[in-house]
C-alpha cells in the first residue's frame, strides 16, 4: 500500500466581512418592522413578538465575532436579507468553480506541483449550485488536469470524508495525487431572519493536495490513518431540494434553509467526536499526551473547548487547539481545513496532530497526521 502525505493547502477568503456588530443591526431593525406590522396580532396574542439580538449575546453563543461573505450588501439590506449573487451563463465559469480554482493554485504552488501531476479530483462541500454537471469536472477542466473527478457532500464532515476518499485512491494505486476542494457558500443557505442562527455561518474555499509520499517534492504531513462515522439525526437539517417544486406548500418555508436544534447537536455531538478521536488515536498507538494539534471543524467555540478537554484530558492551548472561528464563523466543511491551513506551522517532524470535522448527518471524520 502506498503511503499519503498532504503535501499542500489553499485557501480563498471572499473580500467582504461582516462584524456582529453590523449582523445585528440589520436583524433589529428587521425585529423592529415585524413587530410594528404586526402590532394588533401580537397584542391580541395570535403570534409572539420577535425578539432583538446583540453582537455580545452572538460571541458568548459561538465564539463568532465576524465572518467573510461574497455578498454583504444583500446579506444587511433589511428588505431582502440574503446574498445577492447573479446567476451566471453556462458559458461562464460557476461560483464555487471560481473560489476552488483560486485556493486550488495556492495548494498547487506550496506543493510544488502544476495540473499536469494532478490525476484526481474531489468536490466536497455541503451545498453545491446544481445537480450536474459536477463541479468537480468543471474545475478539472479550469484547471486543465486529466483523469477524472466527483462531487460529494457529507455537510460539515466533507473535508475529511473528501480526505479519506483520496486517501483510499492513491493508496491503492488508483491515483497518483489528488486535489480535494472545499467551495462553502454557507450564506446561501441561511436564514438571516432567524435569531438562533442568522450568525453562524460564512463563506470560504479550502484545498488539499494529496499524493505518494515516494513522490512528493516538498515535506508535509504523512497521514496516519482515518476513521468515519455517521449517525442519523435530525438536528441539524435543510429540506431545500428539487422535489420542492412538486409540493408548493413547502415553497419558502423555514426548513428549506438551515435549521437545527443547538441544544441537543452540543450534548449528542460533544462526546460522540471526542470518543471517536480518542477510539482512533488508540487504534494507532498513539496517546493524547502525544498529540501536538488539534485542528477541529469550527462550528462553535464552546464545543471545540470541550472536545478538546475531553481527548487531552485538560484545557487544551490556544496552539494545541487552534480558533479561526472568530474571524471566518462556521464555513463548514472548510473550517478544519482553514485552522490545519492558518495552523500547520510550528511543528517538528514527528509530531502528530488530528484533523477532525463533524456536523449533519451526523457525520464525524478524523484524520490522524504525522509532520515529515
Not at 211 to 228: H, N, Q
Request: glycine share 8%; net charge negative.
Amino acid at each position: 500500500m502506498n503511503s499519503v502525505v498532504i503535501s499542500g493547502t489553499g485557501l480563498y477568503t471572499p473580500e467582504y466581512s461582516i462584524s456582529n456588530q453590523e449582523l445585528v443591526e440589520s436583524f433589529n431593525a428587521y425585529v423592529n418592522k415585524f413587530n410594528q406590522d404586526h402590532a394588533e396580532a401580537i397584542r391580541n396574542g395570535e403570534i409572539e413578538p420577535l425578539q432583538e439580538s446583540s453582537a455580545e449575546f452572538i460571541e458568548k453563543a459561538s465564539g463568532i465575532k465576524s465572518r467573510y461573505v461574497l455578498d454583504k450588501e444583500g446579506i444587511l439590506d433589511v428588505g431582502y436579507m440574503h446574498p445577492h449573487l447573479p446567476e451566471r451563463s453556462n458559458e461562464e465559469q460557476s461560483v464555487q468553480c471560481e473560489m476552488a480554482v483560486s485556493a486550488a493554485r495556492q495548494a498547487l504552488a506550496e506543493a510544488g506541483r502544476s495540473a499536469s501531476d494532478i490525476d484526481f479530483v474531489i468536490v466536497a462541500c455541503s451545498n453545491l449550485q446544481r445537480a450536474y454537471p459536477a463541479v468537480s469536472i468543471e474545475v478539472q477542466a479550469a484547471l486543465g488536469i486529466e483523469g477524472f473527478a466527483y462531487d460529494m457532500n457529507v455537510a460539515c464532515s466533507s473535508a475529511t470524508f473528501g480526505i479519506q476518499a483520496a486517501y483510499n485512491a492513491i493508496q491503492s494505486g488508483t491515483a497518483k495525487a489528488v486535489l480535494m476542494v472545499n467551495p462553502e457558500i454557507c450564506s446561501g443557505h441561511l436564514n438571516f431572519r432567524d435569531r438562533d442562527s442568522h450568525f453562524i455561518f460564512g463563506d470560504a474555499c479550502t484545498a488539499v493536495l494529496l499524493e505518494r509520499s515516494d513522490l512528493a517534492t516538498v515535506k508535509g504531513y504523512e497521514i496516519v490513518g482515518t476513521k468515519l462515522q455517521t449517525l442519523y439525526s435530525n438536528n441539524i437539517r435543510n429540506n431545500f431540494g428539487f422535489l420542492n417544486r412538486c409540493d408548493e406548500r413547502g415553497v419558502g418555508a423555514p426548513d428549506k434553509l438551515f435549521i437545527q436544534n443547538g441544544r441537543k447537536v452540543f450534548k449528542e455531538v460533544c462526546p460522540m467526536v471526542s470518543d471517536m478521536i480518542q477510539a482512533h488515536i488508540s487504534e494507532h498507538g498513539i496517546g493524547s499526551q502525544d498529540l501536538r494539534r488539534l485542528w477541529l471543524h469550527q462550528a462553535n467555540l464552546n464545543m471545540n473547548v470541550l472536545i478538546s478537554k475531553k481527548v487531552l484530558g485538560r484545557d487544551a492551548t490556544r496552539e494545541e487547539a487552534p480558533t479561526i472561528l472568530d474571524t471566518y464563523a462556521n464555513t463548514s466543511s472548510a473550517g478544519s481545513i482553514i485552522a490545519f491551513h492558518k495552523h500547520k506551522e510550528g511543528l517538528n517532524s514527528g509530531d502528530v496532530g488530528v484533523i477532525c470535522s463533524f456536523g449533519a448527518g451526523y457525520s464525524a471524520g478524523s484524520v490522524i497526521v504525522r509532520k515529515q
